[in-house]
Nanobody
Framework: QVQLVESGGGLVQAGGSLRLSCAASGRTFNRNVMRWFRQAPGKEREFVAD????????TYADSVKGRFTISRDNAKNTVYLQMNSLQPEDTAVYYC?????WGLGTQVTVSS
């Protein structure tokens, strides 16, 4: 069964940091690009970052560039999103995705 399970969300003050994790089943993780998206209340889901299978190529939305870092540990079938200098506008449910599969998301709330 294909599964993507996000964790690491929570409540943090502006300027703080969180590290999200996404554990994936082998079929979804193996040799696939992994992506993070987010959806804020009342807004459409938006792209945050992605990473190639080898980790050599990463892409970021302009809104998070320089603050967020995506990485992956292929031995653990896990992709991470290190989020620094968080701002209230980063408040959203964060989802990881691979191929056509999506996790259920993890809530990130940044207080001002």
């Amino acid at each position: 069964q294909v599964q993507l399970v996000e964790s690491g969300g929570g409540l943090v003050q502006a300027g703080g940091s969180l590290r999200l994790s996404c554990a994936a089943s082998g079929r979804t993780f193996n040799r696939n690009v992994m992506r993070w998206f987010r959806q804020a209340p009342g807004k459409e889901r938006e792209f945050v970052a992605d990473i190639s299978w080898t980790g050599s190529t990463t892409t970021y939305a302009d809104s998070v560039k320089g603050r967020f870092t995506i990485s992956r540990d292929n031995a653990k079938n896990t992709v991470y999103l290190q989020m620094n200098s968080l701002q209230p506008e980063d408040t959203a449910v964060y989802y990881c995705t691979a191929l056509t599969y999506w996790g259920l998301g993890t809530q990130v709330t940044v207080s001002s």
